[in-house]
């Protein structure tokens, strides 16, 4: 039987406001690598005739998609549609990941009001709320990559990173970790940004794509758009998911060095 004091305590705790619950059992994939030996088609969708809003001066186009000696490309280039004076190139998976290990090394271009992007995404057109895990390269500035995560469409986590020798300059590794209790960002293999805060932790499984788009009105942050003069990529070696707890998918993987568990490194 409950004193005074519990009876106080009681009443208290249930005139806190109400936490959402943070999902903690998340359905995913499959683990799996992909080395771009050939395009999977079963594995990616390719985005085309179509752009993200009116803030994107490039269509996304089936044409800038290409594997070529084991590397994928993502091309930018001046190609005039109705709507756009550019073409760009985006894929994404077909299938939604979870908890894990998500790997990229790639290469970007460079130049200024462009975005080279890995990361992953769920969101109203699929019926899911906004979650995203990001890096992106805005290639006015090829030292530095921006981290970042979006939940329930509320961003603000962005935080800007070294990579030592440049994004342009030669290929680098990038990888997130997703637990349930916390999200990491490394670049190759070095811990560059945590987030631990339940309310800024995904909860919803993500398709994980690759981008590489323009923009001539978010110049604040991508930098002023000029006309580059030339076809330019994003190149891409390798992308991997590891989902938690299983063994890595290649020697290399950050998932062979680090404890998946809970820790940092």
């Known amino acids: 039987m409950l004193g005074p004091a519990g009876a106080l305590l009681l009443a208290a ?6 936490i959402p619950a943070r999902a903690q059992n998340i359905e995913t994939a499959p683990s799996f690598v992909d080395d771009f030996t050939s395009f999977n088609r079963e594995r990616w969708y390719v985005s085309d005739g179509w752009m993200n809003g009116s803030h994107q001066n490039c269509t996304w186009s089936k044409g800038q998609v290409s594997v070529s000696d084991g590397v994928l490309s993502l091309g930018f280039e001046k190609q005039k549609t109705k709507d756009r004076e550019f073409a760009c190139g985006e894929i994404q998976t077909k299938q939604r990941f979870g908890y894990g290990t998500y790997e990229a090394r790639m290469k970007t271009d ?17 019926k899911q709320p906004w979650d995203e895990i990001d890096f992106e390269i805005l290639t006015k500035d090829t030292s530095k990559v921006q981290v970042n995560a979006y939940i329930d469409g509320k961003g603000k986590n962005e935080k800007l990173v070294e990579v030592p020798g440049g994004t342009d300059k030669a290929f680098n590794d990038y990888a997130f970790v997703w637990e349930k209790d916390s999200l990491r960002w490394y670049v190759n293999g070095q811990l560059v940004n945590t987030i631990t805060d339940p309310a800024k932790l995904p909860s919803h499984a993500q398709k994980i794509f690759f981008s590489f788009w323009g923009s001539d009105t978010m110049k604040s942050w991508m930098g002023a758009f000029a006309d580059p003069g030339r076809k330019l990529s994003l190149q891409v070696e390798r992308v991997a998911f590891t989902a938690l707890g299983e063994p890595c998918q290649f020697p290399e993987s950050l998932a062979c060095t680090i ?3 809970g820790t940092s490194n």
């Open 110 to 126: 460079t130049g200024p009001g462009l975005n080279a992007a890995f990361f992953s995404y769920i969101g109203p057109s699929d």
């Open 13 to 18: 705790l249930a005139s806190l406001p109400a």
């Open 259 to 261: 404890k998946q568990l």
